[in-house]
């Protein structure tokens, strides 16, 4: 069974430059989540997703971040005008069901802002 | 407010020996508590969890302590291995909410 899936792995901006990152969760999986990075740092929920509804979105920098899940599977965060401070790896997991469960995370996009 | 904190921000044992990593929380409604492992450009993996209704999870090397009234937990892992070197992450969640928030880490070096 393939795991979550992202992609690009690295990214490298200017700041102002947009980016987007994309995600493909677990097969079967109604909860998407995303999760910002800093080097040296735990994961920090940004948004999540429970089929294409989004559960809660209160940690997204909502005038520079977006991020959509249109059909309940793949998803794309977006990143409108990157400022240094976003430099951090962006990662995207996944899981099944209802309450606190076992998430699934994928490999990671690294973006760093220049 | 870190709601979950890992005292140890790096950890050193010699093969074969058990490491122990620590993790504390303040958050009463936490009732979930996975432990990941993550390698440099990879993505965490789920390890081992455990729920508040139990103080012990066991899994191979892997152990999990839990003191609900202390609102503390701890990881062992015995027998260590070089291979094991790695950042641990403790991670809480509750029922109701299915979010994770995550320490800040503790990078764990096996060395032969």
């Known amino acids: 069974e393939a795991g979550v899936t992202q992609s690009p792995r690295y990214a490298v901006l200017q700041e102002g430059q947009a980016v987007s990152f994309w995600c493909d969760p677990i097969?079967?999986?109604?909860?998407l989540y995303w999760y910002q990075q800093p080097r040296d740092q735990g994961p920090q929920l940004l948004v999540y997703f429970r089929d294409e509804a989004v559960i809660d979105n209160s940690q997204l920098p909502s005038d520079r971040f977006s991020a959509v899940r249109p059909k309940g599977t793949n998803s794309t965060l977006k990143i409108q005008s990157a400022k240094q401070g976003d430099t951090a790896t962006y990662l995207c997991?996944?899981?099944f069901g209802l309450g606190a469960g076992e998430q699934y995370f994928g490999p990671g996009t690294r973006l760093t802002v220049l | 407010q870190q709601q979950v904190r890992q005292s140890s921000q790096s950890l050193t044992v010699w093969e074969g020996e058990t490491a122990i990593l620590n993790c504390s929380y303040e958050n009463s409604a936490f009732d979930y508590f996975p432990w990941y492992q993550q390698f440099p450009g990879e993505g965490p993996a789920l390890l081992i969890a455990i729920r508040s209704v139990s103080d012990k999870k066991e899994d191979g090397r892997f152990t999990i302590f839990f003191n609900k009234r202390e609102k503390n937990l701890s990881l062992h892992i015995k027998d260590s291995q070089p291979g094991d070197s790695a950042t641990y992450f403790c991670a809480a969640s509750y029922q109701g909410g299915r979010a994770l928030i995550f320490g800040t880490g503790t990078t764990v070096s096996v060395s032969p």
């Open positions: 997991a996944s899981s």
């Open positions: 097969s079967g999986h109604d909860t």
